[in-house]
């Protein structure tokens, strides 16, 4: 089985400008998950969807990144403008739904410094 | 609200040593408590899980009790390897809801 893929790997850009992340789950997960993971810290929830809906995204800066799921499969992340703080590997997650006792698959995460 | 607490790190031990990594947490329900463990440059992985209270969940040697009394899921291993140097995530997760996870433990194991 195919685990949860993520492009790219590494992203290095310049403050203010944009960068997009992309996430393809494992096939049949319903339910999606974009973490971001600061040097030292655990992974913070940044949006949750299950299949194309937003379910969580309380803790997603509103003003400055957005995630879209169109069709319940793939899903991007998107930050425009990049603030320096934003340098943290990215991580996307996936699992079967969004039960208490399903297992959350991650992807190798994609690593992002804002110089 | 809802939160996981690990020792901090570094830890530091010897090869064959007895590894205990502390995590405790505090839920509004009832939680299913996991650990991850993320390896250098690569992503997280699940070690184990337990789903209720008094469950044990096990692999590859290393194992953790769900203590509902204690709010706690303390990972254990009765001899580590140099190949278990990582950094491991206790998280917590209720139904609907996203995972918390504990600020992370980095182990490091010298021969």
């Known amino acids: 089985e195919a685990g949860v893929a993520q492009s790219p790997r590494y992203k290095i850009i310049e403050k203010r400008q944009s960068v997009a992340f992309w996430c393809n789950p494992i096939?049949?997960?319903?339910?999606l998950y974009w973490y971001q993971q600061i040097l030292g810290q655990g992974p913070k929830l940044l949006i949750q969807?299950?299949?194309?809906?937003?379910?969580?995204d309380s803790q997603l800066p509103k003003d400055r990144f957005s995630a879209e799921r169109l069709k319940g499969v793939d899903s991007t992340l998107k930050i425009q403008p990049a603030k320096l703080e934003d340098s943290a590997v990215y991580l996307c997650?996936?699992?079967?739904?969004?039960?208490?006792?399903?297992?959350?698959?991650f992807g190798p995460g994609t690593r992002l410094l804002v110089l | 609200g809802n939160s996981v607490t690990q020792m901090e790190g570094p830890v530091t031990l010897s090869e064959e040593a007895f590894l205990t990594i502390n995590c405790t947490y505090t839920?509004?329900?009832?939680?299913?408590l996991f650990w991850y463990v993320q390896y250098p440059g690569e992503g997280l992985q699940l070690l184990l899980k337990?789903?209720?209270?008094?469950d044990k969940g096990s692999n590859k040697g290393f194992e953790a009790t769900y203590r509902k009394e204690t709010t706690s899921f303390h990972l254990e291993k009765g001899s580590v390897q140099v190949s278990d140097s990582a950094v491991y995530f206790c998280?917590?997760?209720?139904?609907?809801?996203?995972?918390?996870f504990g600020t992370g433990t980095s182990l490091t194991v010298i021969p």
């Open positions: 997650a996936s699992s079967l739904s969004s039960g208490a006792q399903e297992t959350q698959y």
């Open positions: 096939s049949g997960h319903a339910t």
């Open positions: 969807f299950q299949n194309n809906g937003v379910v969580d």
């Open positions: 839920a509004t329900g009832y939680p299913s």
């Open positions: 337990a789903t209720k209270a008094d």
């Open positions: 998280a917590l997760r209720l139904t609907g809801n996203q995972f918390y």
